[in-house]
């Protein structure tokens, strides 16, 4: 699929119902997974790992990886300057990315990352300016992900 009709179906599927309607069905699945901070860390090395394994992620899943930084900043509680519901709105994004039988099928070459993209840009949309405050403060601090 050419790069410009990629990112086109993205932006499409940011607004498809089914699609939304999973991300929050996922904000619920997010406040239970933070309650374990065990579990948490296992789901966010899982997801690192499967990221690796997608060469086509490029940079439409190019923000998960300070995500799930901002996300171990705050189980570690190194980084608590942020509000839960954009916490929950991370995991349930990262979940959804997680999933690999969502809306379409990440087996499916090609085509099978359009949602997580979709579900990240969404996400990323949401929690803008609070990530953007994260990552000034990583960088202050000289933090890695």
Request: charged share 30%; glycine share 4%.
């Amino acid at each position: 699929m050419e790069e410009e009709k990629f990112h086109e179906k993205i932006t499409e599927l940011q607004e498809d119902d089914k699609i939304l309607q999973q991300f929050e069905q996922n904000k619920a699945k997010a406040e239970e997974l933070f309650k374990d901070k065990d579990k948490m860390e296992n789901f966010l090395e899982r997801l690192e790992n499967k990221l690796s394994r997608i060469p086509t992620a490029g940079k439409y899943l190019s923000d998960v990886p300070i995500l799930i930084s901002l996300v171990k900043a705050y189980v570690d509680k190194t980084y608590v300057k942020i509000p839960m519901g954009t916490i929950i709105a991370i995991i349930g994004a990262l979940i959804y990315v997680f999933n690999p039988f969502d809306i379409i099928p990440d087996i499916i070459p090609g085509v099978g990352i359009l949602d997580d993209a979709a579900v990240i840009a969404f996400a990323s949309k949401l929690v803008h300016d609070d990530v953007m405050e994260y990552k000034a403060w990583r960088d202050a601090n000289k933090q890695s992900l």
